[in-house]
C-alpha cells in the first residue's frame, strides 16, 4: 500500500497546495515531438506563439534542440540551429532548456574527433543550453568522456542516459536484464551524472517491467530518475503510471498535438490523472488548454500534411511482435520497397535478430538501428547459401574494427574477421575508447571552408556536416539563393493548399489548355495526395488565375526523417560497346561516394572497386571478375538507379 499513490482530495484550482513528491515534467513537444510525428520540420517561427505561455507551466525543462534539429534545419528549412537556441531563450526565460546530445556523435551520425566535441558542447552551454541529455547508441560511457568533462566544466546539467533495449519480449534474459541496467546507472552516477534517463526510443518499456526497473534504480543511486518512453507501442501511459507508483522523479511528454503514434504519451491527461495526488504536478490545466488553442489554430495547420497517415491506427503493433523501434521497422519496408523485394519482409524479419546477435546484441537507436537494419537487407537480398555477409557496409566494418564502442556482447569472430579484410585502419579490432584513434578536425575543417564559416558556431556545424553545411552557409551569407522548398510557409498557403484539395475530392481539378502566364518567382509546389492518388500542384500567388496542371504519378514513400532531398537520377547513356566484359551493376539505387579503381586498373575478382551510398550506409562494390576497369560511368555525388552499370571489367 505505501507503494501506492496517495491520494488526499481536496482543492482542485489552480493554486492548489503543492503535493508532497509532485511529478516533474520534461515537455518535448518542440523538439522530440516534431521529429517524431512531422519528420523534424518544425520552424522557429512557429515555437514562438507558444513560447511565453509554455514558459508560465512550470516543466522541470522544455527539450528544445539537438537530435535531428540540427540536421534538418540547416538542411531543409534554412535556419541556423544556433540561432533557434538564442531565439527561444529570448522567450523562455525561467525554464531550463535540455537537449539531446549524441554523445561523440555530437548532432551528427559518426564519431567526431575530441577537439570538436569540445567545441560543441562549449557553444551549445554558451548559446544557452542548460541540461545536456547524453546518450550512446551501444550504452559505451567512454564515449561520454570527453563531452562530460565540458559539460561540466561549463557549470551544466549533465544527464546520462541508458538506451533501453530488449532481446526477449520482456525485460530479462542473458545480456539486457535488471542487472544490466543497474550497472550501467551507477557507472553514470560514478562519472557525475546530474541524473539518470531511460531511454526508450521504442516504446518497449512495460509496465510491469517499469515498476521494478525504477524501484531498483531508485535504491541504486541518488540521483534523479528520469522516463523517456516513446507511445509507439501504446503502453507508455500504462507505463507512465507504473513509474510514478515506484517513485519515478521526472516524465517526459508531449502538448497534445505534438503527441501519441511515434511521439510522446500527451502531458493533460497525466496532469489530470494525477490530480489531488501526493504526485500531483501542481500544472494548471487551463494554461495547457490555452496553449493548444493556439497550436491548433495558428501552428498545427502547417505541419498536418507531414503527419503520416497512411493508417488509421496510432499503435504500431509490429513494435510489439519484433521489440524492433518502429521508425527502424518503416525504413526496412522503405528500403525493400526500393528494391522491388517487399515480397522479402518476412526473410528480414528472422534475419534482423541473426544480424543483431552477429554484430554483438546492440541497442536499436540512431545510428545503430539503421546499421543493423541496412545490413539485414544486404544479407537477405545477396547472400548465397554457401556464403553469408556478402555485402558488408562501411558502418558495419567501423562497427566490427571498434569505432562505435564496446558491444553488450563479443561480434561473431568469423563475421568480424570477414568485415575488417583489407579495412583501411587496420585489421586488428581496437579496443580503446573509439575518439583516441581520431585526429583533430577542426583546423582541418577552417581549411576547407575558410572565410565561408565566419565564426565558430558556422565551423562546427560545417564539420559535422560538410555537404550541406557548406550549402547553408552559402545562403546564409548570400552567395547563392536558398531554394522554395526551404522556404516557409503561411496560413494563407495552407488555405490555398486545402482548397485546392477540396476541389480535387469533389473532381473539379480542370487541367488548363493554353494561354497560361508564365510563372513567376513566387511559384509554390505542393504535393496533394487525393485518396491513394498523388499530385503534384503548382500554385503561383501573384498571378490572377491559378495554373493547376494535376500531374498523377506514384505516391512517394513515406517521408524518413533527414532524408537527404531527391536528386534526380542519372540515367546511364546507352551504347553497344560498352556491354564488352563483365558488368558492375548498381545493386541498389543510391549515391555514388567514390570509386577506388580507376579506368586501366587491373582488378581481381573480389577486389573493392566503387563505394555506393544508400540508405546512408556505405557499401563498397566488388568486382565481379578478374580483368581491366573500362568505362567508369559515373562521379562522386552522382545518384544512380537499381541496376545501372557502374562499369565494366574487360
Ligand atoms: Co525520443
Known amino acids: 500500500m505505501s507503494d501506492q499513490v496517495q491520494i488526499t482530495p481536496l482543492d482542485y484550482s489552480a493554486d492548489r497546495p503543492v503535493a508532497e513528491n509532485p511529478v516533474k515534467i520534461m515537455d518535448l513537444s518542440i523538439r522530440d515531438g516534431h521529429q517524431s510525428l512531422f519528420a523534424t520540420r518544425g520552424r522557429t517561427e512557429d515555437m514562438i506563439p507558444v513560447a511565453e505561455m509554455m514558459d508560465e507551466v512550470g516543466f522541470w525543462a522544455i527539450e528544445t534542440w539537438g537530435g535531428a534539429t540540427f540536421d534538418t534545419m540547416h538542411r531543409f528549412l534554412n535556419e541556423d540551429p544556433w540561432e533557434r537556441l538564442r531565439t527561444l531563450k529570448r522567450y523562455i526565460k525561467k525554464t531550463p532548456f535540455s537537449m539531446l546530445l549524441r554523445a561523440q556523435n555530437l548532432v551528427g551520425y559518426r564519431n567526431y574527433a575530441d577537439d570538436l566535441a569540445l567545441a560543441f558542447v562549449d557553444r551549445a552551454a554558451e548559446n544557452g543550453m542548460d541540461i545536456f541529455r547524453t546518450f550512446d547508441a551501444l550504452n559505451d560511457y567512454r564515449n561520454f568522456e570527453t563531452v562530460v568533462s565540458q559539460i561540466k566544466k561549463c557549470g551544466k546539467h549533465f544527464q546520462g542516459c541508458i538506451c533501453y533495449t530488449l532481446t526477449e519480449p520482456r525485460l530479462g534474459g542473458e545480456v539486457y536484464n535488471l542487472a544490466y541496467y543497474v550497472d550501467r546507472a551507477k557507472s553514470l552516477e560514478s562519472m557525475g551524472a546530474d541524473s539518470v534517463c531511460i531511454k526508450d526510443m521504442a516504446g518497449l518499456l512495460a509496465p510491469y517491467d ?104 496510432i499503435i504500431d503493433i509490429n513494435v510489439l511482435l519484433h521489440q524492433t523501434p518502429g521508425g527502424m521497422l518503416s525504413n526496412l519496408v522503405n528500403q525493400l520497397r526500393e528494391m522491388d523485394a517487399l515480397d522479402k519482409i518476412g526473410e528480414v524479419y528472422k534475419e534482423l535478430p541473426r544480424v543483431r546477435k552477429d554484430l554483438g546484441q546492440i541497442p536499436l537507436v540512431t545510428p545503430t538501428s539503421q546499421i543493423v537494419g541496412v545490413q539485414t537487407v544486404n544479407n537477405v537480398l545477396h547472400d548465397t547459401p554457401d556464403e553469408r555477409y556478402k555485402m558488408i557496409t562501411g558502418q558495419v566494418k567501423d562497427l566490427c574494427y571498434g569505432l562505435y564502442g564496446k558491444t553488450a556482447v563479443p561480434i561473431n569472430a568469423e563475421v568480424q574477421k570477414k568485415a575488417l ?100 518567382a513566387s511559384l509554390r509546389t505542393f504535393n496533394v495526395f487525393v485518396d491513394n492518388e498523388y499530385f503534384n500542384v503548382e500554385v503561383d500567388p501573384t498571378g490572377d488565375v491559378q495554373v493547376v496542371t494535376p500531374v498523377p504519378a506514384a505516391a512517394p514513400a513515406a517521408p524518413a526523417p533527414a532524408a537527404p532531398a531527391p536528386q534526380a537520377v542519372k540515367e546511364e547513356p546507352a551504347a553497344a560497346a560498352d556491354t564488352d566484359g563483365t558488368l558492375l551493376l548498381a545493386p541498389m539505387p543510391g549515391m555514388i561516394v567514390n570509386y577506388l579503381k580507376n579506368e586501366g586498373d587491373t582488378v581481381k575478382s573480389g577486389d573493392a572497386v566503387v563505394v555506393l551510398e544508400a540508405m546512408k550506409m556505405e557499401n563498397s562494390l566488388t568486382a565481379p571478375a578478374d580483368g581491366v576497369v573500362k568505362c567508369v560511368k559515373f562521379a562522386s555525388g552522382d545518384s544512380v538507379a537499381k541496376g545501372a552499370v557502374l562499369c565494366v571489367i574487360g
Open 210 to 313: 517499469a515498476y521494478p526497473l525504477i524501484k531498483a534504480l531508485k535504491e541504486a543511486v541518488e540521483i534523479p530518475i528520469h522516463l523517456h518512453s516513446h507511445f509507439t507501442s501504446g503502453m507508455s501511459p500504462m507505463t507512465h503510471l507504473k513509474a510514478i507508483e515506484a517513485g519515478v522523479d521526472i516524465i517526459d511528454t508531449c502538448m497534445t498535438p505534438y503527441a501519441y503514434r511515434t511521439s510522446h504519451a500527451a502531458v493533460e491527461p497525466l496532469v489530470m490523472a494525477l490530480l489531488g495526488t501526493n504526485r500531483d504536478t501542481g500544472f494548471d490545466i487551463k494554461k495547457l488548454a490555452a496553449i493548444n488553442e493556439v497550436l491548433e489554430k495558428e501552428v498545427m495547420p502547417k505541419y498536418k500534411h507531414l503527419l503520416d497517415d497512411s493508417k488509421v491506427s
Open 421 to 520: 579484410k583489407d579495412y583501411p585502419r587496420g585489421e586488428e579490432p581496437i579496443t580503446c575508447r573509439p575518439a583516441e584513434v581520431l585526429e583533430p578536425e577542426l583546423e582541418k575543417a577552417k581549411a576547407e571552408i575558410g572565410d565561408l564559416a565566419v565564426d565558430l558556431d558556422d565551423l562546427i556545424l560545417y564539420a559535422q556536416f560538410p555537404v550541406t553545411g557548406k550549402k547553408f552557409l552559402e545562403w546564409k551569407y548570400g552567395k547563392t539563393e536558398a531554394p522554395d522548398s526551404v522556404k516557409p510557409i503561411t496560413l494563407e498557403d495552407v488555405r490555398k493548399r486545402d482548397e485546392l484539395i477540396k476541389k480535387a475530392i469533389a473532381g473539379k481539378l480542370v487541367e488548363s489548355k493554353g494561354d497560361e502566364p508564365a510563372k513567376s
